[in-house]
């Protein structure tokens, strides 16, 4: 029999992925008095130092999923968890967001339905499942992106082309597997938006964040967004409109383009989870975007969502650590009183790696990025 909502403290929480959010996730549990298990293959994984109980199994291990199911309620840290997996587990326990949400995050042609089944625009796109559906049509979305539907992040996964026969050797190059062909759009900037949504009810949006990426990682992420209020009410507005598309329980992030002249919104993907760009949070918010990830599955309304200061969030990548493997030089970070450092507990270094970040509250936006640029080059 699935619990009685709302789940209260010392209730065990489960959670599929024990990367970084699983570990901010676990340490706002253990502080709002939940136990946890943590379901992972990885035997250091981030998550597990903070966890009631390590589950060291591949996600779709039955007995692992089985131990998981006896949890009062399961949420995930990453959306290439196995739907069907979690599927599974909502016949025995509470389970948010639900396997079909998920599902869509996983595929970019069926996330892209989605979003314009809720009367939201997205960037014009061809779904391409062979290697004929490239042909004269695909002119008109070029020059454009080619992108795998399933297993993109980070930039990974994505080629850019100017022709049709770049777009097919692409697609040959990716592996032939499922694609979307995306027009390159006149872009100004990126924005995103984390919704939390218990039900129609009860939902509530931070800040839009502004969004700086470099080599295809998010590098930067700047509150509130330097848009005018009216384009960040929109964008509001449109996380919401699509979070109830999905009947959406939990947190979702909800990221989007600004298009042109006229700072026109298109969204570009969604992930349904906690997100990178919603780490500030934790130190510039009346609640952390954790914190309401553990009262939604929970079945409690969420929290507050105010911003209490101007911020910006850095990532900090492996590519600062020496190659011998040496710590960057912390202090400059430490020595100030408005920068938080949050690090993630990982093994080993790598080109890449998001391996913490840092935030930077300050009086205004664009001095908490300056600042934040200025540290991040001491590192």
Known sequence: MKPTLPILPPAMLGILGGGQLGRMFALAAKTMGYRVTVLDPDPDAPAAAFADRHLCAPFDDAAALAELAECAAVTTEFENVNADAMRLLAQHTVVSPSGDCVAVAQNRILEKERIRAAGLQTAPYQAVRVADDLGDASAALL?????????GYDGKGQIRVNTVDEAKAAFAELGGVACVLEKTVDLRGEISVVVCRLNADNVQTYDPAENIHENGILA??????????????????MAVRLAH????VGVLAV??????????????????????SG????????????????????GLPPADTKLFSPCCMANILGDVWGADGSEPNWQPLQSEPRVHLHLYGKKAARKGRKMGHFTVLADDAATALDKAQKLHGLL
């Open 245 to 248: 598309e999905l009947d959406y």
């Open 143 to 151: 020059p454009g992106i080619l992108k795998t539907a399933t297993l």
């Open 255 to 276: 990221e989007m383009f600004v298009v042109g002249d006229a700072h026109e919104l298109v969204v570009n993907e969604i992930a349904p989870r906690p997100h990178n």
């Open 279 to 298: 780490h500030h949070t934790i130190d510039a918010c009346a609640a952390s975007q954790f914190q309401q990830q553990v009262r939604l599955m929970c």
């Open 220 to 237: 930067y992420s700047i509150v509130p967004a330097r848009l005018n209020a009216d384009i960040c009410a929109q964008a509001r507005q």
